[in-house]
């Protein structure tokens, strides 16, 4: 089974506009923590925000918010205000202890496409 | 603080051929990790090196191999390219203090096209 599945290949958004990129995941540790980046057609992958198994608020940077369900195990992005420069793919990854120590396990990505 | 660093930035090799890319962490980082991204494939992780030692590795063939120096630097190797090498190869620094909530974050990557 995936541990990180992002089930929308493309979104598209009016710019002004909010939207949510949806990540569900699975995993049994207890700790771990879930991940957000960007990557812009440069191919540079920019961290955006970071949410922990034991956090009990959402977290929030500038127009980025992480909508946490960690009984369903969701880690959705809220996008707010969308500009036209948010035009990217987005990654939801989720970093674990033990045998999966030191790396960060991707999602498909979903292709962002902000409208003018 | 500046960002890690990759060089170089693209590389074009011939089938056969052997290749070594870089990546400077930030500073103050002690572990790297090493991602090749492919559109069939997307994100896979190579593997992660922590003060020098290689703490985790991925399902890569022997070819893929790499080191860290003791100033966090890093590089990976790939030996006897092929087609199927020819990728973006993302490298990534955190602290190292934590592998469940460290954020790693990555360098503008190396574009790798085997002919």
């Known amino acids: 089974a995936q541990k990180i599945t992002q089930t929308q290949p493309g979104m598209f958004v009016q710019e002004k506009e909010a939207v949510t990129l949806d990540c569900t995941y699975d995993t049994s540790d207890p700790s771990y923590g879930l991940f957000w980046y960007k990557q812009p057609s440069s191919g540079e992958m920019i961290f955006l925000i970071y949410q922990g198994s034991y956090d009990q608020q959402n977290a929030t940077e500038g127009r980025y918010s992480l909508n946490f369900q960690k009984a369903r195990k969701s880690a959705n992005l809220v996008i707010s205000a969308s500009q036209l420069g948010d035009s990217a793919m987005y990654f939801c990854?989720?970093?674990?202890?033990?045998?999966?120590?030191?790396?960060?396990?991707f999602g498909d990505g979903t292709t962002l496409t902000v409208k003018p | 603080k500046a960002g890690v660093t990759q060089t170089p930035r693209y590389l074009i090799k011939t089938r056969g051929q052997q290749v070594t890319l870089s990546c400077s962490p930030i500073?103050?980082?002690?572990?790297v990790s090493w991602y090749q991204q492919t559109p069939g494939q997307g994100l896979q992780f190579l593997f992660e090196?922590?003060?020098?030692?290689?703490?985790n590795k991925g399902n890569f063939p022997g070819r893929f191999s790499g080191r860290q120096f003791s100033n966090s630097r890093s590089e990976m190797n790939v030996s006897t390219l092929e087609l199927g090498d020819s990728a973006l190869y993302l490298c990534?620094?955190?602290?190292?203090?934590?592998?469940?909530?460290?954020?790693?974050?990555f360098g503008p990557g190396t574009r790798l096209t085997v002919l």
């Open positions: 090196y922590f003060s020098e030692t290689q703490r």
């Open positions: 990534a620094s955190s602290s190292g203090a934590s592998a469940s909530t460290d954020t790693q974050y």
């Open positions: 500073s103050g980082h002690r572990s």
């Open positions: 990854a989720m970093r674990e202890r033990g045998t999966n120590a030191g790396k960060s396990t």
